[in-house]
């Protein structure tokens, strides 16, 4: 007996407008020529600089008009990939302005994440965390990377991926959302002392917010129609909602574009260290500036 879900445009994994597609697979070609040489010289400065120890195989399938490979090994290591970079990208915003709201707002306790030194250890718990939380995505099916099991056998692996991924999206915006407006409400507070510093403040947790509000927010709302649309059988606006859907995804590439700009304005030293070795002039006008 052939299942229901079998026919939800979102099974299909054959692009149904294949020019939108290849508009996507454009978008996303122009995000990783972008977005490679600045992170390229974002890990040289980690590496070799500060002495510090993501993939785009999908926009391929784009291009064909297939909405993901049709291999299916190959479909959810893409995916597992996504989701790992996904991930990392949502966690290192969240620790960043975790980080500044322990600076501005609790300045008297004991920052944990300098406890770690925000660094290598941070990177670790952060990796550890999010394999076991990407492993969903390897398993059985998701979205067209099809394979026999019926829907009885599936179900509980479906429901564990869906919380994991509005979770990874939702749990960390409320945290960037508490603090953004606390780190704010602590700026109008203060009528004497460093207002600089809280300034900085806020406009690196604003940027988070922009940055997390660009990238992730949009695929998880559109995520959320799609699947209502997929739970009220309304095949039409279905066909649609995963339009939308994919062309928000690869929207969420540009964090690979941004997220360096976040490490510039999360930390002077590595501001300092960028400039000194690829715009020294720009770093020697800006320390004239401030003397005079």
């Not at 991924?165 to 409400?185: D, E, G, H, K, M």
Request: proline share 4%; hydrophobic share 50%; aromatic share 10%.
């Amino acid at each position: 007996m052939k299942h229901l879900h079998s026919t939800h445009p979102s099974d299909n994994c054959t692009a149904r407008n294949p020019d939108l597609y290849m508009f996507y697979f454009s978008v996303m070609i122009v995000e990783f020529i972008l977005a490679l040489p600045l992170n390229i010289s974002v890990m040289y400065v980690f590496i070799f600089k500060l002495k510090f120890w993501k993939s785009k195989m999908r926009a391929d399938s784009f291009r064909k008009g297939e909405r993901r490979s049709e291999n299916n090994v190959t479909c959810r290591a893409v995916l597992f990939l996504l989701f790992l970079n996904r991930g990392a990208s949502i966690a290192f915003l969240t620790v960043v302005s975790i980080n500044r709201y322990f600076s501005v707002v609790h300045p008297g306790i004991k920052n944990p994440l300098k406890v770690l030194k925000r660094s290598v250890i941070i990177s670790c718990l952060i990796w550890a965390f999010l394999l076991p939380m990407t492993i969903p995505t390897m398993l059985k099916t998701f979205e067209c990377c099809n394979t026999d099991e019926g829907m009885e056998d599936k179900v509980v692996i479906d429901i564990l991926r869906e919380v994991v991924f509005f979770s990874q999206v939702l749990i960390p915006f409320a945290v960037l959302v508490y603090c953004t407006v606390r780190i704010i409400n602590r700026l109008k507070m203060k009528s004497v002392g460093d207002r600089t510093k809280l300034r900085r403040a806020v406009f690196l947790v604003i940027s988070v917010m922009l940055v997390f509000s660009v990238c992730f927010l949009p695929s998880a709302i559109s995520r959320m129609v799609l699947l209502i649309m997929r739970g009220r059988q309304v095949l039409r606006a279905e066909e649609i909602a995963v339009q939308v859907y994919d062309g928000l995804m690869c929207l969420s590439y540009l964090d690979c574009l941004l997220d360096p700009i976040v490490y510039c304005l999360s930390s002077t030293k590595f501001k300092n260290v960028y400039l000194s070795t690829y715009l020294p002039s720009v770093l020697l006008s800006v320390s004239r500036s401030r003397q005079k």
